[in-house]
């Protein structure tokens, strides 16, 4: 009962109505389509411009996401595994889509089929597409510097041979891909693997191998050198409003280039379940971690680890509620998590709790997450499960 006598109107809770959702990730379409629109100024005609959504458009929605960016001048969606390329077909977009995964055999017919093209990093992959039985179009991808998916100089003669046994399978790319770009601020060894990366190109063109379509930039490489986009520019995190990294942000800054405008575009919320007070003495969640040194307000908030809101979590960070920040408190569990809102008296059940995003003047970024975690930007935002429901604002 309020004090006036008139009962308190209970907070709705249903499951047509997404800002009443327990977990909802809100996210900012206008804020996609905005960020492709800037790195598209950065991407020279006629270079084309490859918007990558795997791993969900990192964390984003896949469908959301890729219409998005169509809308804000993508050429091309890249993508990890076939299973996502279907996802965009049976969606009905027909925009260019490249696997930059690995497929198998199976797969590869069913890209081919689909009209997606693939890539192929070793000779085990360039069987497999010949064996798809059908046309298919190929990336070949090359080792230089990462060692992780790649075809190394030595394999090239192999690869040269299973594509002229196999005049099904058409090579259009050549493509590779940076290990040590973000994470500081020399350059060296990325040139290095520029230069490695002519090297197979000439080697590829020596040996009669036809015009093909080359990439290896990625969003810090598309951030920092506009000049040597190649011929199909591949952006990730820059597209969703993040900077890959401190060290990408500071070159750039330091290149004097003009400024660019980057929007994240995603808000996690959720609703808080209940309110109770803890008497002074008494303790909090497994393991009694926390213990109330007075009498204290918490809050309980139905997200948990297996939603994809880390147990490293527990203890630190904060989350935002009636545009305060309340701490997180004792041990995150499977479906909970704890905040004291001692110092909040107006949080009731049903409010709205922000974990990532804006509430008010306060922010809570991928980044400080990341900070908190031990981790990247990158590894935070894929990190909810399906149990949120995504919502485009």
Known sequence: MKQ??????????????PAGSWLTIEVDSGALTHNLKELRRLVAAPTRLMAVVKANAYGHGLLLAARAFIAGGADVLGVHSWHEAEALRHSGLDIPVVILGPVNQAEAALAAGAKVEITVASAAAAVWAAGCGCPVRIHLKVETGVNRQGVTENEIPQILEILHGNPQIELVGLSSHFADIEDTTNHDFARTQMKRFEGYRRLLDDAGVGTLETHMTCSAATLLWPGVHGDLARVGISAYGIWPSRETL????????????????????????????????????????????????IAVLPVGYSDGWPRALSGRGHVLIAGYRAPLIGRICMNLCMVDVTNIPQAQAGDEAVLLGRQGDELITPEMLAGYLGTIAYEVLTLPADTWKRVSI
């Not at 006036?4 to 109505?17: I, Q, S, Y």
């Not at 379940?273 to 971690?289: F, K, M, N």
């Open 4 to 17: 006036d006598g008139t009962p308190k109107k209970l907070p709705r809770l249903t499951a047509d109505d």
């Open 250 to 297: 500071v070159s750039f800054r330091e290149m004097g280039s003009g400024p660019i405008d980057l929007k994240p575009a995603v808000t996690w919320k959720c609703r808080i379940s209940q309110v109770r007070l803890v008497p002074a003495g008494e303790t909090v969640g497994y393991g009694r971690d926390w213990k109330a040194m007075a009498d204290s307000t």
